[in-house]
Nanobody
Framework: VQLQASGGGLVQAGGSLTLSCAAS????????AGWFRQAPGKGREFVGR???????YYADSVKGRFTISRNNEKKLVYLQMDNLKPEDTAVYYC????????????????????WGQGTLVTVSS
């Protein structure tokens, strides 16, 4: 599976942005997908994940503001970000893992084998 994230950009605080992650290769139905981010000078952190069946969970820092969805036919995963804050500024990465290896990769980045290249989100105050 190859992943490509897109949709990043500059947005004012309180604004919204939607990131997309396009998958190519195998059928995407059997993959869980996660979003991670890395702020300048910091390590990569978990944002949220969507299971193969569509269940989601999120980091506390984004809960209630971010929403992950997926379209398996189009092999797309989305990260809808609302009420953005300056502290959301980061490079955002999508990741995927075949459920045959881990039924749920969860928030552990080490359990995701496939990664996109990242897309930069900058939130101005």
């Amino acid at each position: 599976v190859q992943l490509q994230a897109s949709g990043g950009g500059l947005v004012q605080a309180g604004g919204s942005l939607t990131l997309s992650c396009a998958a190519s290769g195998h059928s995407f139905r059997s993959y869980s997908a996660g979003w991670f981010r890395q702020a300048p000078g910091k390590g990569r952190e978990f944002v949220g994940r969507i299971s193969w069946s569509g269940s989601t969970y999120y980091a506390d820092s984004v809960k209630g503001r971010f929403t992950i969805s997926r379209n398996n036919e189009k092999k797309l995963v989305y990260l809808q970000m609302d009420n953005l804050k300056p502290e959301d500024t980061a490079v955002y990465y999508c990741a995927a893992q075949y459920i045959g290896t881990y039924s749920d990769a969860g928030d552990d980045e080490n359990k995701y084998r496939y990664w996109g290249q990242g897309t930069l989100v900058t939130v101005s105050s």
